[in-house]
């Protein structure tokens, strides 16, 4: 049988659409051999790994407007708008994450982060990670909210969408023929394409700027992205994957993050999905 992949783009608070997504594959019983997540995609892994279904509807819902979560109090003490140490600690006790489920599973799960020192991504699988909740947290910590970057290894990381924005050529580099990629932006949507540096890059030069071979990489961010879609969804139309993708526009960021909202965009994932589970499942079941 072939083996499965599953790969999950990030895009900040828009990951409530994947949630709604994953959900619907938790409940319909479907796997894969391996997940990939990029930022906010790998928090969404490593609930679909561990099963657990609803959680990361509930962490958006409860604490996406929680300033212990998301505050300037935690830029200013803590080095990240994000703080990651509540959420992995204080936010799991509270909505449980079953961690001993997703370390026994046979799902392979890997977080994409960014080496600052490289300017290159980095892949941090569950089987070779000593500290794979360092990963994720790398994985989503976005430049210019993040001051302090992620220290693993002797090395720094931030999140993987500069290098890997939709880690599906990964996936399928590692040997997965059968590879299904979430996207939480419609299809043909694209960033910028006039050839100037991404928004923000000489504020991120300056706030990294120890490290040039990272805030040249964010410079090329767009680009990048813009490269990451076209192949995906040439792949796509190849059959050489099966993409899910919103099938309107998501109006979330950081300022725009009210329940409501949310709500909206979470059911819009589940909508999208039990849509295309005819195609998915026959795609997946197929010998090609």
């Not at 500290?131 to 970057?149: E, F, G």
């Amino acid at each position: 049988m072939a083996a499965k992949a599953l790969v999950l783009q990030g895009g900040g608070i828009r990951g409530v659409y994947t949630a709604g997504v994953l959900d619907v594959l938790l409940d319909e019983g479907i796997s894969f051999d391996a997940v990939y997540g990029t930022s906010a995609g790998s928090l969404n892994g490593m609930d679909f790994v561990s099963q657990d279904r609803g959680r990361t509807y509930q962490i958006y819902m409860k604490y996406m407007r929680s300033t212990r979560f998301v505050s300037i109090t935690n830029w200013l003490f803590k080095g990240s708008l994000f703080d990651f140490d509540y959420l992995f600690n204080q936010v799991a006790k509270k909505i449980p994450f079953h961690e001993e489920e997703f370390q026994k599973s046979q799902t392979e799960f890997t977080a994409v982060a960014t080496c600052l020192e490289e300017g290159k991504a980095a892949y941090f699988s569950k089987s070779s990670c000593r500290d794979i909740y360092a990963a994720v947290a790398a994985s989503s910590s976005l430049p210019r909210v993040t001051p302090k970057p992620v220290e693993i290894g002797g090395k720094h990381f931030l999140d993987g969408g500069p290098t890997d924005p939709i880690p599906y050529e990964r996936a399928a580099s590692d040997g997965y023929s059968k590879i299904v990629v979430v996207l939480t932006r419609p299809l043909g949507f694209r960033k910028r394409e006039d050839g100037k540096p991404t928004k923000g890059t000489s504020k991120v030069k300056k706030m990294y700027r120890d490290y040039p071979a990272f805030w040249k990489a964010y410079a090329d961010w767009d680009a990048v992205y813009n490269q990451e879609m076209d192949v995906v969804e040439a792949s796509g139309k190849e059959g050489k994957c099966l993409l899910i993708a919103p099938s309107r526009s998501i109006d979330l960021s950081l300022t725009k993050r009210g329940k409501k909202r949310l709500n909206e965009v979470y059911h819009l994932g589940i909508e999208d999905a039990k849509t295309i589970l005819p195609a998915l499942r026959g795609y997946l079941s197929s010998g090609k």
